[in-house]
C-alpha cells in the first residue's frame, strides 16, 4: 500500500509591514487544511500593528472553514483594537461574503468589500 503524500502548502502567505498597517497577501486556498497557518500568522500580527489587510488577489479557493477563519480573525483583532480589512476579492469570493452576508462585517458596507484606494 502507497502512504498517502503530504501535501505541498496549498497557501503561501506574505508579510509586507509597515507603521501603519501589516498586509498579508494570501496565495492559493484557505481551506480546513490552510485555516491554521492563516490563524496563527494573523494572530501573532494582532498586537503589532493597528490594522492587518488581507490581500487575497491570489485565492483562488475558500470554504466554510476559511470563511470561519477570517470571521475568527475579525473578532480577535476587533477584541485587540486592531482592525481586519479584506482586499482584493475575485468575483467568487464576493459573492461568498455577500451569499453568507459576512460582506457587511467588513468596513460595515458590502460596498467597500474588495475595495482599494488608488
Same mark, same amino acid.
Given at each position: ?39 496563527? /500568522?494573523?494572530? @501573532?500580527? &494582532?498586537?503589532? /500593528?493597528?490594522? &492587518? ?14 470563511? @470561519?477563519? &477570517?470571521? @475568527? ?5 476587533? #477584541?485587540?483594537?486592531? #482592525?481586519?480589512?479584506? &482586499? ?19 468596513? @460595515? ?10
Amino acid at each position: 500500500m502507497a502512504a498517502n503524500p503530504v501535501p505541498i502548502s496549498e497557501l503561501s502567505l506574505e508579510t509586507i509591514r509597515s507603521s501603519e498597517e501589516t498586509i498579508v497577501r494570501c496565495t492559493g486556498k484557505i481551506n480546513s487544511n490552510t485555516t491554521a497557518s492563516l490563524q496563527t /500568522t494573523v494572530r @501573532g500580527l &494582532i498586537p503589532e /500593528t493597528p490594522c &492587518i489587510v488581507l490581500d487575497l488577489t491570489d485565492v483562488s479557493y475558500m470554504d466554510s472553514s476559511g470563511l @470561519g477563519a &477570517i470571521v @475568527g480573525l475579525y473578532l480577535s483583532a476587533k #477584541r485587540q483594537h486592531c #482592525r481586519l480589512e479584506l &482586499i482584493n476579492l475575485n468575483q467568487r469570493l464576493k459573492e461568498l461574503f455577500r451569499l453568507t452576508k459576512l460582506a457587511s462585517v467588513f468596513e @460595515g458596507h458590502d460596498d467597500f468589500l474588495g475595495w482599494t484606494p488608488d
